[in-house]
């Protein structure tokens, strides 16, 4: 069994930051072999992409609506990764959810349908 823990949310105002991280633990030997996404929903809205990143930490990708702002990063050693977030906006207010990769390999994927196992998220709340 894979577990994994999301922290690092909070209530921020517009234009400012936040580093969310999640750790992963239990059956983690694989860890590096894999790509890892993060995924948010809104109230009222369906669950969407935000970042992904291959297992070779260098490969990303993003959704248009965060490129430019959000950074997605990994640390394999500490089967860790982390999504650092500047000039949030009132819209990126969300539940954000950490992802495993279902499937060993470089291919990195945007579909919610591609991982296996989701952390219980943690809250965002960018103020006005």
């Known amino acids: 069994q894979v577990q994994m823990v999301e922290s690092g949310g909070g209530v921020v105002q517009a234009g400012g930051s936040l580093r969310l991280s999640c750790v992963t633990s239990?059956?983690?030997?694989?860890?590096?072999?894999?790509?890892m996404g993060w995924f948010r929903q809104a109230p009222g809205k369906e669950r969407e992409f935000v970042a992904v990143i291959a297992r070779n930490g260098v490969t990303t990708k993003y959704a248009d609506s965060v490129k430019g702002r959000f950074t997605i990063s990994r640390d394999n050693a500490k089967n860790s990764v982390y999504l650092q977030m500047n000039n949030l906006k009132t819209e990126d207010t969300a539940v954000y959810y950490c992802?495993?990769?279902?499937?060993?390999?470089?291919?990195?994927?945007?579909?919610?349908?591609?991982?296996?196992?989701w952390g219980q998220g943690t809250q965002v709340t960018v103020s006005s």
């Open positions: 992802a495993r990769a279902g499937t060993m390999g470089p291919v990195i994927t945007s579909q919610a349908q591609g991982y296996d196992y």
């Open positions: 239990g059956r983690t030997y694989n860890f590096g072999l894999r790509a």
